[in-house]
């Protein structure tokens, strides 16, 4: 198998959600076995109330970033493995800045895999989450889609 | 202080984020000192790929019902307390139907909060998902907004 | 398959783990499919400094309540799966009586299985600690021990 | 306030909860105002059944390096804060070797501390066990013990 870089995965996921201005909302900037860095542009949120990224923003960003991780490592006969559990510690408001995730590749078992991922708004070098994410892996059955 | 109910509860949500049609994304049913029971409409998300509940927006779910038992207890002059920590185990897919939450207060202390919350699928008794939300408890200095 | 009983179960461990005087240091006071309740004697954790029962021995007592659940399930042939996440959080501090944990299993699934836990002193209604406790399910081959 | 490094920590600790043999339980190597080294010596543990590191022990070196940290930026005036929260993923079985923890501080607040903590086997490079701990920081009155 050859392991999806992040361009790949970034089409992937745009054809699988399609956006309206073909943008994606969550950029995938790199990837590789251990680490993904991905970053979420402000654009995305700035205008909403309060101009601050929400806590299910937030959560949505990290479980992207670890499953980015489990793609890279395992290939998108994976696509449909779920998360299990996600354990987040929220730590300071974000700013109005793009955020910044930061994933690192803790265990990759065949049936969990375990990544944990730090926040922070760019320029600004104290996270603002942490985060922990469990996936169950779940591969496609052979032949299918 | 006279405890908010369910309703001044609702409104003061829908007068600080305005729905397009007046409408709450998210009901609150029944509030009292040690639980709640919110309702999230199935037409909130039915339209979406996939026709299920989001991780994020399962998230969105039980960090609303733990604020409102927040709400109920302390008032609107702890309207800006925030999540500090949340913990989120999914347990199977979520039907397309309403998706309902039970949340019961665990501990009401002077800086932490901390909240059980169950989701289910209308209809379905097995919980889809279960959370453990903590907030720190953080007042508005007296004479503000 | 018979599902084992509380007092299988705890002939089961002390026979794995016997102890000076025979004595259980964790009772199993009832297991059924969905709820289980143990109890820690007093005497274990009584005479250390503080009087009180550590954050690791609640931990461990948590963790025994939902391995309590996983046997009565699934039998001794499932008595090697491991707790694979384990979220503790610490309400206020225990009195020094017996601590009571009370189980429910909120998933059972073929690879993982999911327990809520909360603990309370003897007498007490105010639970002390709630645990989310995330087994992996693992059989013994057959023919193994 | 001067910081306490790792040795006043280690003889605080060592004169609240004294061993046998006046050797520490748990060894602090290393601490700074981001980071800790702690290691648990296999003598500890090495004897009992099974020869591995349990789940509650992992448990307990991960709070002691958050602990650690605290004592180290606060001073031992704080020495009376509690964990409010320990998320734990045990992602292999320890060897029969030290078990090393690596803590990274996260957040100092005035009411909250967050760490980060990474268990490792001595020799291996893969993680055992990874935890996030939370400490409601309280601080000795003035003029207390």
Not at 3 to 9: E, G, L, T, V
Not at 90 to 102: E, Q, T, W, Y
Not at 104 to 132: D, I, N
Request: glycine share 6%; hydrophobic share 45%.
């Amino acid at each position: 198998m050859t392991r999806p870089d992040a361009r790949a995965i970034q089409d992937y996921i745009l054809k699988a959600f399609p956006t309206p201005d073909g943008e994606p909302e969550i950029v995938i900037e790199e990837v590789s076995a251990s680490a993904a860095r991905l970053r979420m542009p402000s654009k995305s949120w700035h205008l909403r109330p309060g101009a601050t990224v929400s806590g299910p923003t937030q959560m949505a960003l990290a479980d992207s970033a670890a499953w980015c991780l489990l793609m890279h490592n395992l290939g998108f006969s994976a696509a449909s493995s779920v998360t299990s559990n996600l354990n987040m510690s929220f730590l300071s408001r974000p700013a109005s800045v793009d955020l910044i995730a930061h994933a690192q590749l803790l265990k990759l078992g065949k049936r969990l895999s375990v990544s944990e991922v730090r926040l922070h708004s760019e320029g600004h070098e104290q996270p603002v989450a942490h985060a922990t994410v469990t996936y169950a892996v779940i591969f496609a059955k052979e032949g299918g889609p």
